[in-house]
């Protein structure tokens, strides 16, 4: 077993069996709900089934996940799953996002990841609501492509996974964000006691966040930019900073977070350390991952300040920052 950060002890109870994932326990949450509520109806018979977490020991026949699904397919039809907001009635058309149908583009046993995570069962979608000059993933995130597997046949798959070892499943891209409807109708149909990852950019829409409330057990979160110039520079987004901090605070609130940081070259002033600044006095209790594996890619040689790799010596002070900060790295 790996050492256990005490800010993880949730995700770690559910790995022991001494806990169950958020999801299993919103599936038995049992809410009452038509087709014909409005959306405002539904929302507030969502946050009142959350807050009160009536629980029944057996499946009820409708259930907060399934409420969940409920709005999410709303949404679906005039997206704003993301803070773009585009407003795409996505059964016709891609968002801005570049993603209509979810297509995965790979799913695995992943090794890579943080070591408290590993082994974890990525699942890779297409597209996302970023459009970073220098993603390392532009293959997938920048095009829509890969295979549409029903629901029901990915959390065979996921189930699966679990008996060979997989110690979460982790959703990513791309970003998730645009398919959170597919997710919450496969995570619907998963029987394995299994801690979900939310594996993102974390430009996720305010109605996203609470609805991946009750389901999600840890926020893989990107945190990319201290300051928005960077953010509509290199990523081409707005109000970066707003969004990713309220949406950190809610994640932090909701579940158990790791925060990713991916030091770049020539923006540790401007980005690494604020970043870890407002982390320290924000939400300290957080796992970070300072990350030093930033190489030019996709259109990164067109902005001359990032077309090198990270020296040494800034990966150390970015460190070092973060000792001085008493920030917990993973």
């Given amino acids: 077993m790996k050492t256990k950060p005490i ?45 009160k977490y009536n629980v029944k020991k057996s499946f009820p026949k409708q259930s907060l996940l399934d409420l969940k699904i409920e709005i999410a397919s709303r949404i679906f039809r005039n997206c704003y799953f993301c803070e773009r907001r585009c407003k795409t009635d996505r059964t016709k ?32 979608f297409s597209g996302c609501t970023f459009n970073c000059v220098f993603c390392q993933n532009w293959d997938i995130s920048q095009r829509y492509n890969g295979i549409y597997i029903e629901s029901k046949k990915l ?12 110690r979460n499943v982790n959703w990513v891209g791309g970003d998730p964000t645009p398919n959170l409807l597919y997710i919450l109708k496969t995570i619907k149909e998963i029987t394995q006691n299994i801690p979900q990852v939310w594996n993102s950019n974390m430009y996720c829409s305010n109605e996203t966040m609470k609805l991946l409330d009750g389901v999600i057990d840890i926020y893989l979160t990107d945190f990319k930019y201290g300051n928005d110039k960077c953010a509509v520079r290199l990523s081409k987004i707005k ?37 870890l600044k407002w982390i320290s006095e924000n939400i300290k209790n957080s796992c970070v991952n300072i990350m030093a594996q930033y190489r030019p890619e996709y259109n990164a040689y067109d902005y001359e300040e990032i077309t090198r790799k990270i020296t040494n010596n800034e990966f150390f002070e970015v460190c070092e920052c973060a000792k001085k900060q008493q920030i917990h790295t993973i």
């Fill in 7 to 51: 800010m993880l002890s949730k995700y770690f109870d559910i790995l022991e069996n001494n806990g169950k994932s958020k999801f299993l326990q919103c599936k038995n949450i049992s809410v009452n709900y038509s087709s014909n509520d409005t959306i405002k109806t539904l929302w507030k018979k969502h946050d009142q089934s959350l807050n």
């Fill in 93 to 124: 058309k891609s968002g801005e996002c570049k993603v209509k149908e979810s297509l995965i583009s790979s799913e695995f046993l992943h090794m890579g990841e943080e070591s408290v995570l590993v082994p974890s069962h990525t699942i890779f």
């Fill in 155 to 166: 959390a065979r798959i996921i189930d699966n996974r679990k008996k060979q070892g997989a």
């Fill in 239 to 275: 109000k970066y900073t707003d969004i990713i901090k309220r949406n950190h605070k809610i994640a932090y609130k909701n579940g158990e977070l790791i925060i990713r940081h991916l030091v770049m070259p020539n923006h540790i002033e401007c980005c690494s350390k604020p970043i």
